[in-house]
């Protein structure tokens, strides 16, 4: 185990804990489907995210609004990725 000694996970404390769960949080998927009605859906992976669109241009910024107003400025994700189904 890498930090077998509890005098380092204590020292370490509340900000280690939050310097790994920014760097797990600082990537967000989207999964991008066609819908039935035509045009485009998209559903982030683990947040409550879910925009649609026309077109992929359209969808792409709907996505980057859908995030910034999702998300306070200093916990936006640095990545956002799409996954075509």
């Not at 804990?17 to 991008?32: A, D, G, Q, R, T």
């Not at 995210?49 to 400025?73: N, R, Y």
């Amino acid at each position: 185990m890498f930090f077998q000694s509890p005098k380092i996970i204590k020292l370490m404390g509340s900000s280690f804990c939050n310097f790994v769960k920014m760097l797990i949080m600082n990537e967000l998927i989207f999964i991008v489907e066609e819908a039935p009605e035509g045009g485009y859906t998209a559903k982030a992976l683990g947040e409550s995210i879910f925009t649609e669109a026309d077109t992929i241009i359209e969808l792409k910024e709907m996505i980057k609004d859908a995030v910034l107003c999702h998300f306070d400025t200093e916990k936006v994700p640095g990545i956002v990725r799409f996954h075509s189904m």
